[in-house]
């Protein structure tokens, strides 16, 4: 059994472990990581000098052994991982390796709740207050989450959308209360540091996901209670109005993969720049063949235009993350050359 590398830190363990998986898988990783992380560990590789083959191949085990330790709890939780590993390894490394995950990868709090139903949860928390429902809200998956914000009451919806932006730290009392409550059959184990969830991008991968009507409700009343926080969400997501923002050819692009009845409707409410901006980009016959197929079409609920809308800022995500368009986000950081 392989004995534990001594005199490395976590970030040198890293280093050691993609030099040993080689360039292309080693880029792979790197495609999952932040830039401030892809940073640290190139910088780490480029100072890594000779390996001793025993510390390499002991370095190697350890990823293993926590890899097997993820899908276990993935599957069923810390308690079935332990009993697996326990098997396996036996029962004082299994507790060595359980020890070092969840010190390393911080086990995320409501593992269970992920894998239930968003209509279950629902049913559970609607009738609590906002925090609580934030709480909640903010270590589930952003489709659970938008699938359950959506269905709040919208005089909810805003409030508990504000306190999942401006949520930082929470205590491991609260969160472990939360799920005692949320889930008596839980058994997880919650580490003594204060645990961080929430904030801005966790609100904007919610909000993401909501339909239109609801992403315009909570950002209209953020735009009254918080004008500063809403702008600064604003900033951070696309909405069906930045169309006017998105470069022709790209434009063209998203034109080439929505359906014609879907931008017919969401042309219907838009505004004279984001209608211009389509346009423009079409050529004089299809523009000309749109603008008189809008006029036929008569009265419209509501309802169809911001459904219509939203599945073209959905597209318009899907292309942007495939990397076939690029959209240029209003913090400034994305710069065009």
Same mark, same amino acid.
């Given at each position: 059994?392989?004995?534990?590398?001594?005199?490395?830190?976590?970030?040198?363990?890293?280093?050691?472990?993609?030099?040993?998986?080689?360039?292309?898988?080693?880029?792979?990783?790197?495609?999952?990581?932040?830039?401030?992380?892809?940073?640290?560990?190139?910088?780490?590789?480029?100072?890594?000098?000779?390996?001793?083959?025993?510390?390499?191949?002991?370095?190697?085990?350890?990823?293993?052994?926590?890899?097997?330790?993820?899908?276990?709890?993935?599957?069923?939780?810390?308690?079935?991982?332990?009993?697996?590993?326990?098997?396996?390894?036996?029962?004082?490394?299994?507790?060595?390796?359980?020890?070092?995950?969840?010190?390393?990868?911080?086990?995320?709090?409501?593992?269970?709740?992920?894998?239930?139903?968003?209509?279950?949860?629902?049913?559970?928390?609607?009738?609590?207050?906002?925090?609580?429902?934030?709480?909640?809200?903010?270590?589930? @998956?952003?489709?659970?989450?938008?699938?359950?914000?959506?269905?709040?009451?919208?005089?909810?919806?805003?409030e508990?959308?504000?306190?999942?932006?401006?949520?930082?730290s929470?205590?491991?009392?609260?969160?472990?209360?939360?799920?005692r409550?949320l889930?008596?059959?839980?058994?997880?184990?919650?580490?003594?540091?204060?645990?961080?969830? @929430?904030?801005?991008?966790?609100?904007?991968?919610?909000?993401?996901?909501?339909?239109? @009507?609801?992403?315009?409700?909570?950002?209209?009343?953020?735009?009254?209670?918080?004008?500063?926080?809403?702008?600064?969400?604003?900033?951070?997501?696309?909405?069906?109005?930045?169309?006017?923002?998105?470069?022709?050819?790209a434009?063209?692009?998203?034109?080439?993969?929505?359906?014609?009845?879907?931008?017919?409707?969401?042309?219907?409410?838009?505004?004279?720049?984001?209608?211009?901006?389509?346009?423009?980009?079409?050529?004089?016959?299809?523009?000309?063949?749109f603008? $008189?197929?809008?006029?036929?079409?008569?009265?419209? +609920?509501?309802?169809?235009?911001?459904?219509a809308?939203?599945?073209?800022?959905?597209?318009? +995500? +899907?292309?942007? $993350?495939?990397?076939?368009?690029?959209?240029?986000?209003?913090? @400034?950081?994305?710069?065009?050359?």
């Open positions: 059994m392989a004995k534990v590398a001594q005199g490395y830190s976590g970030r040198q363990k890293a280093a050691i472990l993609l030099i040993s998986l080689g360039p292309e898988v080693s880029a792979q990783v790197f495609k999952h990581l932040r830039e401030e992380e892809i940073e640290q560990l190139t910088l780490e590789i480029a100072n890594v000098r000779k390996v001793d083959s025993e510390d390499k191949d002991t370095i190697l085990s350890e990823f293993h052994q926590i890899c097997m330790a993820q899908e276990y709890i993935s599957q069923g939780g810390i308690t079935y991982a332990k009993e697996i590993l326990e098997k396996a390894l036996g029962e004082s490394k299994a507790l060595e390796v359980i020890n070092r995950l969840t010190a390393t990868l911080q086990v995320r709090p409501f593992d269970f709740a992920r894998k239930a139903d968003a209509s279950q949860i629902l049913n559970f928390i609607q009738n609590e207050n906002a925090q609580t429902i934030a709480l909640v809200l903010s270590y589930l @998956g952003a489709d659970q989450s938008a699938a359950i914000l959506s269905s709040l009451p919208q005089d909810k919806q805003a508990v959308a504000r306190r999942i932006a401006l949520m930082d929470t205590s491991p009392e609260v969160i472990a209360h939360v799920e409550i889930e008596q059959k839980l058994s997880s184990t919650v580490t003594q540091d204060y645990t961080s969830a @929430g904030g801005i991008e966790s609100i904007v991968q919610i909000l993401n996901g909501v339909d239109r @009507g609801t992403e315009r409700t909570i950002l209209d009343a953020l735009e009254i209670q918080d004008p500063e926080l809403a702008e600064e969400i604003k900033k951070r997501m696309f909405v069906f109005e930045d169309i006017v923002n998105i470069d022709n050819r434009i063209q692009r998203i034109i080439r993969d929505i359906e014609n009845a879907d931008l017919q409707l969401a042309l219907k409410v838009a505004s004279e720049e984001v209608r211009e901006a389509i346009f423009r980009n079409m050529s004089k016959r299809m523009a000309e063949t603008k $008189e197929e809008m006029e036929f079409m008569g009265p419209v +609920r509501l309802r169809d235009v911001e459904e809308q939203t599945r073209i800022v959905a597209t318009i +995500r +899907r292309l942007e $993350e495939s990397g076939e368009i690029i959209i240029a986000r209003g913090g @400034g950081d994305d710069i065009i050359v």
